[in-house]
């Protein structure tokens, strides 16, 4: 799976749009974009994932550019309910290749009230 | 629909007791994922099952650390021998392992947190 880069921590002001950058440079065809969240002591949680094309969920929207080499997350209007830390994972989606994702260090989003 | 269930959510044990953390994936997922989480720390792979089978423990320590996953039944984390260092959230996640773009999605449970004291 390729490998990730994304900034340790950002700050956001509360009703504003947040941004979360990520880097996948080494992206492969077959690859997806998974992003997760982990709100202090909780369960990481889901949040959106894609493969090319821009993404939309309740959540929130994926922007992959077009050359797939790095992708954004943005919370169209963050509460401070969105501050956790952030994790961009690129992996292959085969049934033959489940397996494990890895989580790196993630950004860690602080929303301000 | 119920999501992950893991228990016991909380649970101390004293050096040199055993641990058994359990995980009911979600209905319909037939894979299941254990992480571990020391504090202050990231979420670090262990171990990925499928029901009778461990497919990859490359994460697993060495020792005292075993995992599976039966036929009927949940999940089971099983640490022997319990260290302060096995200190940790532990936390189950499930995917479905079919679907295009969604056979690898995680959903998490709340995790369990061991302290041995």
């Known amino acids: 799976d390729a490998k990730t880069t994304q900034p340790p921590s950002m700050d956001c002001a509360e009703g504003r749009a947040a941004n979360l950058p990520c880097n996948h440079s080494t992206i492969s065809g077959n690859e997806y974009v998974y992003w997760y969240r982990q709100i202090h002591s909780q369960g990481p949680q889901y949040i959106i994932h894609g493969l090319k094309n821009n993404e939309t969920n309740e959540m929130a929207s994926l922007i992959i550019t077009e050359d797939r080499k790095s992708s954004t997350l943005i919370l169209p209007h963050a509460t401070l309910r969105d501050t956790a830390v952030y994790y961009c994972i690129v992996r292959v989606d085969l049934r033959t290749n489940a397996g494990k994702s890895t989580f790196g260090d993630g950004t860690t989003l602080t929303v301000k009230p | 629909n119920a999501g992950v269930m893991q228990n016991p959510r909380h649970l101390v044990r004293r050096r040199g007791q055993e641990a058994r953390l359990r995980c009911s994936p979600m209905k319909g997922h037939s894979h299941v994922y254990w992480y571990r989480q020391l504090p202050e720390e990231g979420l670090k792979f262990m171990v990925y099952?499928?029901?009778?089978?461990?497919?990859?423990e490359s994460g697993m320590p060495k020792e005292r650390f075993s995992a599976e996953f039966p036929k009927e039944g949940p999940s089971i984390l099983r640490i022997q021998q319990v260290v302060r260092g096995d200190s940790a959230a532990y936390f189950c996640?499930?995917?479905?392992?079919?679907?295009?773009?969604?056979?690898?999605?995680?959903?998490f449970g709340a995790g369990s947190r061991l302290t041995v004291l």
């Open positions: 996640a499930s995917s479905p392992g079919t679907g295009r773009g969604r056979a690898n999605v995680l959903t």
């Open positions: 099952l499928q029901k009778e089978n461990i497919i990859d």
